[in-house]
């Protein structure tokens, strides 16, 4: 009943830009907290950003002044802008939520998740 759907990902050279979409539906979208992960082929699954509720907004210092998290109460939907992107962004992104507090930046404390969407940054 509850879905996260990532949308957005794909193929963009170094320097380029993507934004990613996450639609939410079957829980309260605007209570709860949303994150963005992702996850490069042999590595653990990595804290990208977060955004709370009350509109506060923590990004990992590897893309910070790089992507921007935003979201749309009224769609139900959370952006991952990404800007100037790295050919070490390249990952499958994932958008997670929660409704209760914990370690903002481990993938445990989040209740829900999406089926991820691929990134490749390659020239």
């Known amino acids: 009943q509850v879905r996260l759907v990532e949308s957005g990902g794909g193929l963009v050279q170094p320097g380029g830009s993507l934004r990613l979409s996450c639609a939410a539906s079957?829980?309260?979208?605007?209570?709860?907290?949303m994150g963005w992960f992702r996850q490069a082929p042999g590595k653990e699954r990595e804290f990208v950003g977060v955004?709370?509720?009350?509109?506060?907004?923590v990004y990992a210092d590897s893309v910070k002044g790089r992507f921007t998290i935003s979201r749309d109460n009224a769609k139900n939907t959370v952006y991952l802008q990404m800007n100037s992107l790295k050919p070490e962004d390249t990952a499958v992104y994932y958008c997670?939520?929660?409704?209760?507090?914990?370690?903002?930046?481990?993938?445990?404390?989040?209740?829900?998740w999406g089926q991820g969407t691929q990134v490749t940054v390659s020239s």
């Open positions: 079957g829980f309260t979208f605007s209570s709860y907290t």
């Open positions: 997670a939520a929660r409704g209760g507090s914990g370690s903002y930046a481990n993938p445990v404390a989040y209740d829900y």
């Open positions: 955004s709370w509720s009350g509109g506060s907004i």
